[in-house]
């Protein structure tokens, strides 16, 4: 079946939050959570997340594949930039990844597929895309965070020609799925 990339849409949002949950191993499920209503689903949350326009977490700063009309996976990135003004993170959660960037790099925050479209290469032509995107706007390469325990995802990040850079270690609590390190990985 042919696959088709493409930039998201408006109307893809609610399956970004959707695939943003799988790579994001909670973590997206705490961010909305500290954003929801009472009795609000989180799912709702986030699609209200990335319906949002002009901010780095919007449809506009995502990548989607589709094949046969429906979305199969999709890649969010956006640009780090430096900011000595920004606030400090002081939610226990969310801390530990304050100072995991890289300035002027494009962060992708977001790499996933459906079940049943893993390994299939699709992984590399969205990272191809952002390769362009970040050559178009003469940033430093590419960088993302990935957690130890998804050993998979890093071989796969190392096969692409990213290393680790600095690590942290993950907050536990009870949304997030993994515990133990997470790994900030840079590709010049």
Known sequence: MEVEFRPALPMDAREIARLFRIS???ASDYIWSQLAEPGQDLLEVGAARYARENVDFSYQNCFVAQADGRVIGMMHCYVTREDPLAAPVTDPVLAPYADMEVPDTLYISS??????WRNKGLGVRFLELAQQR?????LKGLSLIDYAANTGARRFYERQGFDIVKTCQVFPHPLIRVTGEAYLMHRP
Not at 111 to 116: F, I, N, R
Not at 134 to 138: E, K, R, V
Request: proline share 0%; charged share 20%; net charge negative.
């Open 134 to 138: 970040a050559d178009q706007l003469a």
């Open 24 to 26: 994001s191993e909670g």
């Open 111 to 116: 790499l996933a597929l459906h079940e049943g």
